[in-house]
């Protein structure tokens, strides 16, 4: 029976860093709880490979080139990164991450001993338990709430976000219901 408390706190312990963590990728991309995972990973792929360019991002992440244009459009636009012409390849424009989404990366790191490659695994994971669903941060955190809190009524889940609209916050949850990520709770009488 010990043992089993002893598992049950170690998990709610990670899944209280994973929120933390989502927390620091978040302030990364602007405060924007609705980005992808995959936007995540294009923003983590560029800090860890400063001066990369579109086709080895393109390459090293294997996303097709419109799904990455958007990401990185959106990411230049918020200030994630910037962009510069390569000295040796004027064709070339080379990407490197930038002022808060940096300091903020950085804070997310260091769950990770600032490896890279182990946040995109943390990323990729949550990618794949999603499965067809394209994860939002949004979505990684309600799943990391209710993991580090147990059943919780959507109040609780709502004050532990980030304090957006409420029929967003609440679609997501929806959304995490009939997928299958969540279960409802039947409804006191």
Not at 26 to 44: F, I, N
Not at 98 to 108: P, R
């Amino acid at each position: 029976m010990e043992t089993a408390l002893i598992e049950d706190e170690y998990a709610r312990a990670k899944a209280e860093a994973a929120s933390l963590l989502l927390d620091h990728l978040v302030d990364a991309l602007g405060g924007e709880p609705a980005c992808t995972m995959r936007r995540a990973t294009v923003l983590v792929d560029i800090d860890e490979h400063p001066g990369t360019t579109q086709s080895e991002i393109m390459e090293r992440l294997d996303i097709n080139k419109s799904a990455l244009n958007r990401d990185i459009e959106w990411l230049y636009d918020y200030g994630c990164i910037t962009r510069r012409p390569s000295l040796t390849d004027t064709r070339s424009i080379q990407l490197r991450t930038c002022g808060y989404a940096k300091k903020n990366l950085d804070l997310a790191l260091s769950y990770f001993d600032f490896d890279h490659k182990n946040l995109k695994i943390f990323l990729e994971s949550f990618i794949n338990i999603f499965g067809s669903h394209k994860p939002t941060l949004r979505d990684a955190k309600i799943v990391a709430i209710v993991g580090q809190n147990g059943a919780l009524i959507r109040q609780d889940i709502f004050e532990n976000l980030y304090n957006g609209p409420a029929t967003t916050d609440n679609r997501a949850i929806n959304n995490l219901i009939n997928f299958g990520m969540l279960q409802k709770e039947a409804e006191k009488q």
